[in-house]
């Protein structure tokens, strides 16, 4: 039976979707997610839809074997 184990990282504010891919390009049994959310924003009196980061400064990383070593 795998198990997955999922970990949060902590980076910079406003790197979160570099270091996402580059984990994902030198990692292959991890998955780093980097999550975002669509906004309606109105700047200058013009509206546009804008990608905004759900939790600034966070990446969410998913494997199947641990990142802990045993014992």
């Given amino acids: ?3 997955s184990f999922f970990y949060v990282l902590q980076v910079k ?10 984990i994902n390009e030198k990692f292959d049994a991890v998955d780093a997610l980097f999550l975002q959310r669509r906004l309606y924003i109105r700047r200058g009196g013009k509206n546009f839809w804008e990608l905004q980061p759900l939790f600034p400064g966070y ?12 014992d």
């Avoid at 969410?60 to 070593?69: G, R, W």
Wanted: proline share 4%; aromatic share 4%.
């Fill in 1 to 3: 039976m795998a198990h």
């Fill in 13 to 22: 504010t406003g790197q979160e979707k570099t270091i996402s891919e580059e």
């Fill in 59 to 70: 990446i969410f990383v998913c494997t199947e074997d641990s990142l802990v070593p045993k």
